[in-house]
């Protein structure tokens, strides 16, 4: 794989959307550590948003790096800060990856997830496409608006199959469809005003700096601490597991050599049903505390979520011919490095949840 910089090839200003987060953070920290670029980085620091991970990278890249890192807290949907804040940054490439991204959330409080989701996108696209009409020569052949999206706008699969750039959308829960809805706006705004889009759908993300109510971590957490360790119904729903620096490889592949106009599917080769997840975690919960074994005792299944998806499976074949990219991590190491880490990180778990004011308890089960 060619080295962040050599992607890069002059792109100097990079707009990252939604960089105070999981995902949008990691991209962050690489643009950071491995170019010379200057990261505008627009979140409107939500409950998931964090900049500790950033923060520590510049502190040990020095003093004079702090100026590569602009953060300016705003929301999306407020039409007006969005074209303050392009104007301002005058991008080479955007990366769009502000989202509400948890599918239980998205049950009790469908509302945000329009909002951020589908009026944000709308209002990024719109300010970018001004954006891009101003530049000329290099600046405007080279230039990009990345949309980083999910594989869960094409619904769920049977036993056998995976999901392709060719998949029919098939949006099953209030996430999902907002995700599917801001896709079609991209896709709309390169056809009808010659954007030049590049799409990423992915599939579940994992590793250090997650905000602790993901399956992992929440996981992780509740079992070091002794606490019941929720399984949704049978457990056997199948997710794609792609470790988070991996998927940031493929970012920067897909944002600065894709093709304009192109969607390429990403996954880990990973996939692994909630039950096996879970029950390895424990058994490596057992490794590293083993006066509370077996943590899988802590197990108790629950209600499934409404309208679970059954299976989700990724063929990266396209992005693998066409870009060179593979994954680095396979579930197995990457699960046992993730599950080390919040380990060792219990402390910063415990202040980010406490600052959201989110006690671990689950969420979506009721409309608000």
């Known amino acids: 794989m060619p080295t962040e910089a050599e992607l890069l090839k002059g792109r100097s200003r990079i707009l ?30 939500g409950y998931a948003s964090n900049l500790d991970s950033i923060e520590a990278v510049l502190a040990d890249l020095g003093p004079t790096s702090h100026t590569r890192h602009q953060l300016q807290k705003l929301d999306l949907s407020d039409q007006m800060a969005v074209d303050a804040a392009v104007e301002a940054a005058d991008p080479d490439l955007v990366m769009h990856l502000a989202a509400e991204s948890h599918v239980d959330r998205s049950i009790s409080e469908p509302g945000v997830f329009i909002q951020s989701n589908i009026n944000g996108t709308y209002n990024i696209l719109q300010a970018v496409l001004s954006h891009y009409d101003s530049l000329e020569g290099q600046r405007r052949k080279q230039f990009r608006f990345h949309h980083i999206s999910t594989d869960e706008v094409f619904g769920s699969l049977g036993a056998t199959g995976s999901f392709s750039e060719a998949t029919a959308y098939d949006p099953r829960s209030p996430y999902s469809a907002s995700k599917a809805a801001s896709d079609h706006l991209v896709n709309a705004w390169h056809h009808t005003f010659g954007l030049p889009v590049v799409m990423t759908n992915c599939s579940n993300n994992y590793g250090p700096w ?18 019941s360790i929720p399984l949704y119904g049978d457990g056997l729903n199948i997710r794609d597991w792609l470790y988070v620096e991996d998927h940031v490889d493929a970012l920067l592949l897909a944002a600065c050599r894709g093709e304009a106009g192109s969607n390429y599917c990403i996954g880990g080769h990973g996939e692994t049903t909630n039950k096996e997840i879970v ?9 590293h505390q083993p006066w509370n074994s077996p943590h899988s005792n802590l197990i108790t299944k629950v209600t499934d979520r409404p309208g ?31 599950v080390k880490w919040y380990l060792e990180h219990k402390g910063w778990c415990h202040a980010v949840r406490k600052r959201a004011g989110y006690d671990g308890s689950r969420q979506g089960l009721t409309r608000q």
């Open 279 to 287: 029950h390895a975690i424990c058994s490596q919960l057992d490794e």
């Open 16 to 45: 990252v959307t939604g960089g105070a987060g999981f995902i949008g953070g990691a991209v962050v920290r690489r643009l950071l550590q491995k170019t010379d670029a200057t990261v505008f980085n627009l979140d409107k620091m």
């Open 308 to 338: 679970h998806d059954r299976r989700y499976a990724i063929n990266s074949s396209l992005i693998s011919a066409k870009l060179g990219w593979k994954p680095r991590h396979n579930i197995q190491e990457g699960l046992r490095a993730t």
């Open 210 to 227: 997650q905000f602790p109510e993901k399956l992992i971590p929440l996981v992780t957490l509740k079992g070091a601490e002794g606490e």
